[in-house]
């Protein structure tokens, strides 16, 4: 009765102590990048070497890598001299910050009680170190070192070191796989993000702030914005992770919609550019927009 309580306890905790009032960055996203990573452990080049403790720790890690998430990135809080930028000498603020946070709920849940000392510290480690992997500063180390596994053909996840590595391959795919759903729940997820984006931006604004790239709501487009993250963040590690992973249907399907989003923005941009007479630069969809895009898309 007691461990069920224990279980029962942390995700409550986990999902209290996200913010409810972020429009992207809440126990929502949590609960879908959860899923994802659920999918991502089921591929077979990975889950056949998974132990019973990396799939524990990557579903932790997964439902808790933006715990208490403030609503605005790292830039803003070193910038407005936030304590946690100052606490964390503005490396991976916002990383650090969940991981230790999610050590706290650990810790008052007694979740990991019943374990040894030394196993629970290992927990508490290899779990920071899978939610600092989702630091967008650092996917470029990650994505050459994942180059170099592919092409040299050296992975072996008997080891416990490169299962550790492909956990945080996943984490990173989940905690961006939103390009990757059909349209209609990748275009929700895109308006939200963004609008977290906006907030801040009238924030640094309202603070007579520099305003941060992507934050400006006059001059930053969802479509321009989803663009950019598709090209440069989303489209080269999910190639990567579909070479991984072997083309199975999860990563073409994954792909294909990648593709087409990508595709439906751009189309959403030029009418954008080509119609002078819209004062609207909010980079929303219209209905009329929407409905067009559909007719256009390939079956």
Known sequence: QKDLYFLFWFPVMVQEDYHSQNPYHNAVHAADVTQAMHCYLR????ANFLTPSDIMLGLLAAAAHDVDHPGVNQPFLIKTKH???SLYQNVSVLENHHWRSTIGMLRESRLLAHLPKEVTQDIEQQLGSLILATDINRQNEFLIRLKSHLDNQDLR???AQDRHFMLQIALKC???CNPCRLWDLSKQWSERV?????RQGDLEQKFELEISPLCNQQKDTIPSIQIGFMTYIVEPLFERWAQFTG???LSEHMLNHLRRNKAKWRSLLHKQHSSS???DHSGQVTGSQEQTLNEEETP
């Open 43 to 46: 591929e077979p080049k990975l």
């Open 83 to 85: 304590h946690l930028a």
């Open 157 to 159: 996840l008997e080891d």
């Open 174 to 176: 989940a905690d961006i």
């Open 194 to 198: 963004c609008e977290e984006f906006y």
């Open 247 to 249: 083309d199975t249907p």
């Open 277 to 279: 007479r819209s004062n």
